[in-house]
């Protein structure tokens, strides 16, 4: 039987398409799996809300005292026994005007 080579053509083509969308689909969605905890936090930041895994307490320097994260907190240089930071997660959201969650402390 002979072939009709456009229609082949066409299903290569189809064919070649569909799974390069495919692939950069399953590319993308890899991509908002990997940001989606920090998307999460910074949702509950912008809604005056701590973050699940914002445990620790560090002085920012802007901000002041604040919650972060465990791994953020044992990054940081201590003075005085108090994890402190030029910046944190919290400084666009005091910036906003928004308000922040401030944990218990003793210092200022």
Same mark, same amino acid.
């Given at each position: 039987?002979?072939?009709? &080579? ?6 290569? &083509? ?16 890899? $991509? ?6 920090? +998307? ?14 914002? &445990? ?9 005292? $604040? ?8 990054? +940081?240089? $201590? ?13 666009? $959201? ?10 218990? &402390?003793?210092?200022?």
């Amino acid at each position: 039987k002979p072939q009709n &080579t456009a229609n082949t053509e066409y299903k290569k &083509t189809t064919r070649h398409v569909r799974n390069a969308h495919y692939t950069q689909m399953n590319g993308w969605l890899f $991509v908002i799996d990997l940001f989606r905890p920090s +998307l999460v936090d910074e949702a509950e930041r912008m809604a005056g809300r701590v973050p699940r895994n914002e &445990t620790e307490i560090i002085k920012c320097e802007r901000c002041g005292p $604040v919650w972060a994260p465990p791994e953020v907190a044992a990054a +940081l240089p $201590v003075v005085k026994g108090i994890p402190r930071a030029l910046g944190c997660p919290w400084c666009h $959201v005091r910036k906003a005007g928004k308000a922040i969650p401030r944990p218990l &402390t003793s210092f200022g």
